[in-house]
């Protein structure tokens, strides 16, 4: 498998020059081949003063072992090679031992370094860079600088088609967000400069990084591998694609080796042959408490001590030949990938801790429950230990154990404390918000295993209320009330806790985003009636997610949750109701839940002032949904929102100033903030609505490379305006280069998202044949789903089609039919075409005299031309005939397709 090395390392405001390094600088430029060295002496064994200069770079250097320079060097330690490590690792080293300044004029003017002008260096605008001033902007950064370097084997390069500075800037460009979300820098304040360096073995890039605002971004072990990780993704998509495949068929096989063996193991048992006793024992006893146990049988589903139970089975198979082959020939393709962005692989867990390979816990399980052992006799059974014995002795504990130093017991209590804590987070209505004490009340009861208030930390964290934003540490305290929940769970187990516990793994938060194991969870609290687990069941059943999508549960379920009261459910209730989702449609019944709902949220709010429930209001008084349309309430309950950091609240505060109104330069200032803050958050409407602002030019300087990753930011998380978007600008071929595969990528994706102008375009593409191959079944199929949703210029485009006969099948009811819908919205060439429906039938000897005299009238105008200062006037009545006429003959006479084209355009 390719790799790509990635380091990163940093140079801080003030940081001094390793003295001892200097002379590292001079042998730049004085060492022994620093010009090539011939290919006769490259092949001779290194000089001893090579020998030394290495061993004092890795002594000095010691992640230089993972250049791959220095593979080569061992695998043949030359004068070739060792020569190529000594410059690489000087170079990649020389932040240590140079002035910043110094370092980036170095990285953009020395040998090797493909020049884009009078330098190297590059970035991700357009305009040439002056060496100069960006050199002097780098020294003078208050912060932190970066100077990340991606290096490729040069025929991993030369095949991939990274081996020019085009292509890395291309790449580095749209992974500009990635890379800055991994070093924890808004994308806003987010610079970058490269340089392309091509050298003969390993082609690499050098990097500088740093937050304008002097003071964002820190990059941890685990956000160098996320971007690296991302790289790897893009540049060997292919090769990773392939791996993916295999590694998913050795899963398969190792699932059917595990089942071979299982059903093996039973029929020896049955026989009484069974040579495994351990395994025997731990089958029966699995299968006798399944049987004592209600509810789903699956692993998710099971009490830790089961679920212990089934691990040791998985532990006692994997010691079977066919199986543990299996598994290592799966984790070799696991290392592969892995291995390709990371230096050091993490140790191998066993069978039993493999959370992807959790279906052989449940065939296991499925194997006990075939078994239908029959439960023991009851003088076998275990003693009632809920009764408490008569004669425990009330011995204290013994003195020289301190008990007040004791590891504090989990627990999820709503202390008087912690209540206190949520009270300066959310504010009241006389007081705002303290998030400086919330912080210290908050972890006083972390420290005394409050997972309510981990909870709580970690969200301050990830939001940076009160503090620097800190995703890392954030997660790192939900992990804790994750497992702080779970040994709750184990000593007592309740339905609260349960719920709680679906929820970080819905949210993915403290853990990997798990929508089956959520659903598991809050299975378990639903069926205690749990409201809370029963809204959030029901939107999984909604959604599909981690379950086969249902919306008779999910009604079910939301109906349920607001029977005891619950707004969020009403809500979702209401909705149902208004779409005919899951229950008949009823408007009636829908107003009423709505109504509930808000009135739900008001005295939630009113308890604990959260910038979720004020959201909820602000949008429910904009939207006229429960309550009277009201946009001055909504945009207080908005203004509180945002100032607690939600993001929909800001993309709706931006929203309101520059849609709903006349906005002033202030104003659009502001909107443009409040849009930046909730882009930065991950808000795709928001990251949309920036990135036509950057196209346009509207309240920031126009900028379509900035444009192109917002657009591309909002798409992935599928927002088909953003999709389009992209794909026009792609398409244009106006400020950004005209790139056909891309523009087809992106309409495609927004179309699959039923966008109507997505596929009208696609339709309009395919029919036409010039950008793509022609293929009318395609275009007929885009711009049917388009004319379907209501759009008048496909509806148009499709009567046409089908009243001409030209592309497709005659059909003059399904022209009529499009037609009319058309012209109902306002085309009037829609409409045209029904006045004159008559003129379109079979070809008449008149049609064929009219057609006739167009080519004669043709050759007596060219002929008229010819003839200086002789002018024919045509009357006007003549004129708008003769049109009539050539479109009724299918000429192309000022059909509107251009009009057409641009109100789609502005859509």
């Given at each position: ?9 940093h ?5 001094d ?13 004085t060492r ?32 230089s ?19 190529e ?6 170079e990649d ?16 003017q ?18 040439e ?9 780098v ?5 932190t600088?970066?100077?990340?370097i ?23 460009t ?24 091509d ?20 990059l ?27 590694q ?12 071979e ?5 039973l ?11 351990r ?21 998710g ?26 598994y ?11 291995r ?18 959790r ?7 499925q194997?006990a ?9 009851e003088?076998?059974q ?27 017991l ?9 209540m ?8 009241t ?23 309510l208030?981990?909870?709580n ?14 995703p ?7 992990a ?32 990997a ?7 598991e ?13 029963q ?13 086969s999508?249902?919306?008779?549960c ?18 979702e ?10 229950c ?42 429960g309550?009277e ?31 709903d ?5 202030e104003?659009?200032k ?22 036509k ?6 309240g ?22 953003a999709?389009y978007?992209l ?10 280069p ?5 523009a ?8 699959e ?6 596929q ?15 293929d009318v ?8 789903a388009s ?33 009319t ?10 409409q ?8 379109f ?15 004669m009238?043709?050759?007596?105008q ?13 009357d ?16 192309k ?15």
């Amino acid at each position: 498998m390719p790799r790509l090395i990635f380091k990163c390392p940093h140079i801080k405001s003030g940081a001094d020059t390793a003295a001892h390094l200097e002379n590292y600088v001079g042998y730049i430029a004085t060492r022994e081949g620093v010009e090539k060295i011939s290919a006769s002496q490259a092949s001779k064994p290194a000089t001893p003063k090579q020998v030394t200069m290495v061993k004092q770079l890795i002594r000095e250097f010691p992640l230089s072992k993972g250049l791959f320079e220095y593979e080569d060097y061992l695998a043949a330690p030359t004068r070739g090679n060792a020569s190529e490590f000594i410059s690489r690792a000087i170079e990649d080293n020389l932040d240590q031992v140079a002035k910043r300044e110094n370092y980036l004029q170095y990285i953009a003017q020395r040998p090797h370094a493909e020049r884009l002008g009078s330098h190297g260096l590059f970035t991700d605008k357009d305009d040439e860079l002056v060496l100069s001033q960006v050199a002097s902007a780098v020294a003078g950064h208050p912060g932190t600088v970066w100077l990340p370097i991606l290096s490729l084997r040069r025929e991993d390069a030369r095949r991939l088609g990274y081996d020019n500075a085009q292509r890395w800037r291309q790449l580095i460009t749209e992974s500009a967000p990635k890379l800055a979300e991994a070093m924890r820098i808004p994308l806003s304040q987010f610079r970058w400069y490269a340089a392309f360096h091509d050298e003969s073995h390993h082609p690499h890039v050098h990097m500088v990084v740093y937050s304008a605002d002097g003071w964002s971004g820190f990059l941890t072990r685990k956000g160098i591998e996320k971007f690296k990780s991302e790289l790897v993704n893009e540049i060997f998509r292919q090769e990773l694609t392939e791996i993916y495949q295999r590694q998913t068929m050795r899963r398969d096989e190792l699932t059917t080796q595990s089942r071979e063996r299982m059903e093996s193991l039973l029929r020896e048992m049955e026989a009484g042959t069974l040579e495994n006793q351990r395994m025997g024992q731990l089958m029966v006893n699995l299968a006798q408490q399944l049987q004592t146990i209600g509810g789903r049988k699956q692993y998710g589903y099971l009490k830790a001590p089961l679920k212990a139970l089934v691990d040791e089975i998985v532990d006692e198979l994997a010691k079977d030949t066919r199986v543990s082959q299996a598994y290592d020939l799966w984790y070799e393709q696991r290392e592969e990938v892995l291995r390709s962005y990371k230096d050091d692989l993490p140790d191998r867990v066993p069978l039993s801790q493999q959370k992807e390979l959790r279906q052989i816990k449940n065939m296991i399980i499925q194997e006990a429950v075939r078994m239908n052992a029959p439960l023991p006799p009851e003088s076998a059974q275990e003693p009632d230990l809920t009764e408490e014995p008569s004669a425990l002795p009330d011995t204290p504990p013994p003195e020289d154990i301190p008990v007040e130093d004791e590891e504090p017991l989990p627990n999820a209590d709503w202390t008087e404390e912690y209540m206190q804590a949520r009270m300066y987070l959310y504010g009241t209505e006389e007081t705002s918000p303290d998030f400086g004490a919330a912080y210290e009340l908050f972890h006083q009861e972390a420290q005394r295993g409050n997972a309510l208030a981990m909870c709580n930390l970690g969200r301050m964290w990830i939001d940076g209320l009160g503090r620097d934003a800190n995703p890392e540490e954030g997660q790192r305290w939900y992990a804790k009330a994750l497992t702080t929940f779970l040994e709750l769970e184990e000593l007592n187990p309740k339905r609260y806790t349960e719920y709680r516990i679906g929820k970080l793994y819905a949210e993915g938060l403290g853990t990997a985003q798990d929508y089956t194991t959520a659903a598991e969870w809050f299975a378990l609290a639903a069926e205690q009636g749990h409201k809370y687990a029963q809204y959030s069941l029901a939107g999984l059943y909604l959604r599909g997610q981690g379950v086969s999508k249902d919306t008779e549960c999910a009604h079910q379920l939301y109906t349920a949750s607001a029977a005891q009261g619950f707004p969020y459910a009403a809500f979702e209730l209401g909705k149902l109701y208004r779409d005919g989702s899951g229950c008949e449609q009823s408007l009636q019944e829908a107003e009423w839940w709505f109504r509930s709902a808000y009135q739900g949220f008001k005295n939630l709010e009113a308890q604990s002032h959260d910038d979720k429930l004020q959201y909820r209001l602000g949008w429910m008084h904009l939207h006229g949904v429960g309550i009277e349309q009201n946009k001055q309430l909504a945009q207080e309950w908005f203004n509180r929102s945002a100032q607690l950091g939600n993001p929909n609240a800001q993309y709706q505060l931006a929203k309101l100033v520059l849609v709903d109104s006349s906005p002033t330069t202030e104003q659009i200032k502001a909107a443009v903030e409040y849009l930046s803050k909730a882009a930065d958050a991950g808000q795709d409407c928001a990251q949309y609505a920036l990135g036509k602002l950057y196209r346009d030019g509207i309240g920031v300087e126009k900028d379509m490379l900035k444009a192109v990753v917002w657009f591309a930011l909002a798409a992935e998380q599928d927002n088909s305006y953003a999709a389009y978007a992209l794909g026009k600008l792609y398409l244009v071929d106006e400020e950004v280069p005209k790139d056909m595969e891309k523009a087809l990528r992106w309409l495609r994706r927004s179309a699959e998202q039923e966008n109507q102008f997505a596929q009208y375009q696609l339709g309009r593409l395919f029919l036409a044949g010039e950008d793509v191959p022609k293929d009318v079944d395609e275009a007929v199929w885009f711009l049917t789903a388009s004319a379907k949703q209501g759009n008048q210029y496909a509806q148009y485009q499709l009567g046409k089609l089908y009243l001409l006969g030209h592309e497709v099948e005659k059909d003059e009811k399904a022209a009529v039919r499009w037609f009319t819908l058309s012209a109902t919205q306002g085309n009037e060439y829609a409409q045209w075409f029904l006045d004159h429906l008559h003129e379109f039938g079979d070809p008449t000897p008149t049609q064929c005299v009219i057609r006739l005299l167009h080519h004669m009238s043709k050759v007596f105008q060219g002929q008229s031309q010819r003839q200086a200062g002789l002018r024919i006037e045509v009357d006007k009545k003549l004129r708008q005939k003769i049109r009539e006429k050539k479109i009724v003959m299918g000429h192309k006479a000022d059909d509107h397709e251009d009009y057409a084209i641009g109100q789609s355009q502005k859509q």
